[in-house]
């Protein structure tokens, strides 16, 4: 296997406000390479602020701390925020969960993305909407042209969703976190987009972050999974062997499924171990 | 699920940080507790936050401030500089006090920026918010002369229509009302495209609530914050419209202390005898600077994408 | 089998009644027929599944059930008596809606108790306290939610309170727009329980969007699958089991469900 892309090491989270300090991420160390890892969790485990504090993405009062976040190399920490905005979209893209707060609404979606394609090449306007309505037919959407021209409450929410892919795979990066890229998605479309992003990943050799809450999808798609809890790492294994994971949550989480062979008349409900909060994290090295 | 360390406030302070309020006024107390600290938390905004609260005791208290009655001439002491036989800021060409002057002037500041901060929001919210919520032709003509009213610059527009209604404090302020509504028609409506397509509205209308509830009820709501920063920051310049007004004497008519008639009558004076316009004039940048303060501070505070998280 | 289903529906009176609904976007050249001559009867009591591909009309049509759109023909029938456009107010007494993204469902400047107390007082409802306080408990959310705000709930939380919200006038049909795809596997799991226990309790009907297979063969017995504003098939939930669907398209979907492939 190739040699790491992105290295974090011991990375946390905290929000603090005057009554308290929110811990999100609580030293999690893990790497990624040219392949495919799947970040799965229940919501609120922290998986959107580990991907959003390696493009220092987090908002105020948020802080990141890490002993280190290595990309292909380059300590990002010691970037400038202006050498950062450089590395953001060019070379690390982030598909933001909620592509409908995530799109301004009342500019045209084709403009967006157009923008966004100029801002990291001197691309010409025609040339960068023909580059747009390429993208918006490749991430499978039917009439691009008219979705290029309409404004975000006017296409679906898996539209949105697709719109915002179609943003950030445009300026071809090296790595790509995508938060939830496709929740509001069919699976046949699904299926569509993950292929393209596949197919960066083998042909390009680019680096994907998946974050998800859909273990089947994450066990077929991705190379790598990580399983993150109150903040930490609980568990890391390879996709494949997801069905036979150990822990207790893990496990909980794949009881909660629905599954279309197995009728049931009540879904189980994960049962949370205080426990789980103070166990240590996981390493998820490569 | 994240850590939390939370400490625990006991009592009344407890009360009002409490994350599962009791009753509907609980909730309304914890909400204005957290406004208020996060007014106190930003320093600058506080500030402005603490001169408009004098400005208000000025003017309730100005009979215990004044040393003076403000319109009682005295020709022995005409044009007395200040801190001279018992004249705080001294005196004008009429031998009135100018202390006790604009103390009583800080009633009619008040009275200004009360009226126009009720009436032009309101108005312009009114027909922003119906402009952008019912669309159409309404929205077309409303619009259209929203942009008549917009093309005119503020003071010449303000100017005519005292022109025609004959000057007076009165007038004056129906003028500024007048020209001040446009640009907050124009924010509401902004607010309101974004708004009226989200999921809460179409819940509050299957939930069969008529158009007038809806925009009174949900929408305002969520234009407010926008509003109050724009009309916070505004109150500055509609001070110095007023004051403008006066100044060019179709405001607030001599002899009422009003700033900018202070200002006007103390400009022949200028050269000899400064103060007579500077300490007005003083008057007016200080409230204009408060308010300028906690309209910025403000949008910081309200800024609905903090709110969010 | 078809022919006991068939018999079975015969039982129960048609709740909802929809025939040749054509829905339209834009005006003039720019026209646009997002619905294609849906027709789908649901019977008191049942549970409607619709999946389809995105884009493909599935909320389109809940919102012009719902008179959210207005520019559709057609005949909807509730309850046996077609619907004029103008929706009167005894109708949301009848249909209600949950929508997909409980973050942006709920009115962020809104506590909790206005948000479920004003349903109440537009119908002038009694005893609002009583119910609204009965809605939280029914949801299981509990009284010490009702003077909290939005942002201080979590994403199935939130959820909760827009079912609360959509159960306030005691509808008998609830049309779910993909109630869950925003949330996580584990509240997911609670929310379709709580979605089928009101259902028993109440004797509701739904029609469920959504794109999940699994969540459809959980909560419904008839499916039909819609692709460009038409429904292509409909089947019941053995059908569907048994992976042994007529058309394409939804076979493509089935397949599509268990898991990623990478391109053939
Ligand atoms: N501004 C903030 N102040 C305090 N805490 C915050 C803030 N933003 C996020 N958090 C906390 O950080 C934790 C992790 O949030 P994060 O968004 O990473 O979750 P997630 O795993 O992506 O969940 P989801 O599946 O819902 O997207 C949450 O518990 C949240 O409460
Ligand atoms: N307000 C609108 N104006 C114009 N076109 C619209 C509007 N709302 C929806 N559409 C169009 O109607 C079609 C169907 O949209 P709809 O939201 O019903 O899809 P959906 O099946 O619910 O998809 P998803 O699963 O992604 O939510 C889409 O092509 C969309 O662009
Ligand atoms: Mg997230
Ligand atoms: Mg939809």
């Known amino acids: 296997m190739s040699k790491a892309l992105l290295e974090v090491e011991d990375l946390w989270v905290r929000f603090a406000s005057k009554k308290r300090v929110v811990e999100a991420v609580r030293g999690i160390s893990f790497s990624v390479g040219r392949e495919r890892v799947g970040i799965v969790g229940e919501s609120g485990s922290g998986k959107s602020m580990t991907g959003r504090s390696i493009l220092r993405l987090i908002r105020h009062p948020g802080q990141v701390e890490a002993k280190k976040i290595h990309f292909d190399g380059q300590d990002l920490q010691a970037l400038s925020e202006k050498e950062m905005r450089d590395v953001r979209g060019h070379k690390i893209s982030l598909v933001m969960q909620d592509p409908k707060f995530s799109l301004n609404p009342v500019m045209k979606v084709g403009d967006q993305i157009s923008e966004a394609y100029r801002v990291h090449t001197n691309a010409s306007k025609t040339e960068a909407k023909e580059r747009s309505i390429e993208m918006l037919n490749a991430v499978q959407i039917r009439n691009p042209e008219r979705v290029y021209d309409s404004y975000p409450h006017e296409v679906s929410g898996g539209m949105g969703q697709r719109i915002m892919i179609a943003m950030m795979l445009i300026p071809e990066p090296d790595l790509l976190i995508a938060d939830e890229p496709t929740s509001a998605l069919d699976v046949t479309v699904q299926r569509r987009v993950l292929q393209i992003m596949d197919k960066l990943v083998q042909e390009r050799g680019m680096g994907l972050i998946f974050i998800s809450h859909d273990l089947n999808l994450v066990a077929s798609f991705c190379d790598r999974v990580i399983i993150m809890y109150g903040g930490r790492i609980v568990e890391t294994c390879r996709a494949d062997e997801l069905q036979n994971a150990k822990h207790p949550y893990t496990r909980g989480l794949l009881n909660a499924l629905p599954d279309i062979h197995k009728p049931k008349d009540q879904l189980s409900v994960l049962e949370r171990d205080p426990k789980w909060i103070e166990d240590p994290s996981v390493d998820a090295f490569l | 699920m994240s850590i939390d360390t939370t400490s625990h406030d006991q009592g009344f302070k407890g009360w009002l940080t409490s994350e599962s309020p009791e009753s509907r006024f609980h909730a309304q107390m914890v909400q204005l507790y957290a406004g208020w600290q996060s007014l106190v938390a930003n320093r600058l905004a506080f500030l402005g936050f603490m001169i408009i609260v004098l400005l208000v005791l000025v003017a309730i208290f100005a009979p215990l401030l004044a040393t003076h009655d403000p319109s009682i001439q005295n020709l022995k002491t005409t044009l007395l500089p200040p801190f001279t036989g018992g004249h705080i800021l001294g005196t004008d060409d009429s031998g009135r006090d100018i202390w006790s002057r604009i103390i009583y002037g800080s009633r009619i500041t008040l009275f200004i920026v009360a009226l126009v901060a009720f009436t032009a929001p309101v108005f312009g919210l009114l027909v922003g918010t119906v402009s952008g919520y019912l669309g159409g032709w309404v929205d077309t003509v409303l619009m259209r002369i929203t942009d008549i009213f917009l093309a005119f610059p503020r003071l010449v527009l ?152 | 089998m078809p022919s006991s289903n068939n018999t079975m529906l015969k039982q129960e009176p048609i709740a909802l009644d929809i025939q040749h609904l054509n829905v339209y976007f834009g005006e003039g050249h720019e026209k646009f027929r997002a619905v294609k001559d849906v027709s789908i009867s649901v019977a008191a009591g049942g549970s409607y599944g619709l999946v389809g591909e995105s884009g493909s009309g599935k909320s389109t049509v809940l919102r012009a059930v719902s008179g959210l759109v207005p520019s559709w023909d057609g005949t909807v029938a509730v309850n046996g008596e077609p619907i004029s456009k103008k929706r009167e107010m005894s109708y949301c007494r009848t249909i209600q809606m949950v929508f997909q993204d409980p973050y942006a469902s709920l009115h962020p400047r809104h506590s ?75 509240v997911q799991a609670e929310i379709l329980n709580l979605l089928s226990d009101i259902r028993k309790t109440r004797q509701l009907t739904y029609i469920l969007v959504t794109h999940d297979l699994a969540v459809v063969a959980h909560m419904c017995d008839e499916i039909a699958v819609m692709s460009h504003g038409e429904i292509v098939e409909v089947m019941d939930v053995e059908t569907m089991r048994d992976s042994k669907p007529q058309h394409e398209y939804t076979r493509e979907l089935l397949e599509a469900s268990e898991g990623y492939q990478p391109e053939a």
């Open chain 3, 112 to 186: 909790i108790d206005r948000t479920l107390s004003e349903p109440l007082r537009l119908h002038k409802f009694d005893n609002i306290d009583d119910r609204v306080n009965q809605a939280l408990v029914d949801v299981g959310l509990g009284r010490s939610f009702r003077f909290r705000y939005p942002h201080q709930l979590s994403g199935g939380q939130r959820q909760r309170v827009a079912i609360a919200r959509a159960l306030m006038l005691e509808p008998d049909i609830l049309l779910l727009d993909e109630p869950t795809s925003a949330l996580d596997v584990s």
């Open chain 2, 158 to 309: 303000a100017l005519a229509f005292v022109s025609a209604l004959g000057a007076g404090i009165e007038n004056a302020i129906l003028a500024i009302s007048l020209t001040a509504w446009p640009p907050y028609a124009r924010i509401a409506r902004a607010e309101t495209l974004t708004i009226r397509n989200s999921d809460y509205i179409a819940a509050i209308q299957l939930q069969g609530a008529g158009r007038l509830r809806i925009i009174l009820g949900h929408i305002w709501p969520m234009c407010m914050s926008s509003l109050i920063v724009r009309v916070t920051l505004d109150m500055a310049g509609i001070i110095l419209t007023a004051a403008g007004l006066g100044f060019l004497g179709l405001g607030a008519q001599p002899p009422s202390p009003e700033w900018g008639a202070m200002i006007s009558s103390g400009r022949q004076f200028i050269h000899d005898h400064w103060w007579i316009a500077t300490m007005p004039g003083l008057a007016i940048f200080i409230v204009s600077l408060g308010f300028n303060l906690l309209g910025d501070g403000l949008r910081d505070i309200l800024d609905p994408k903090k709110a969010q998280s």
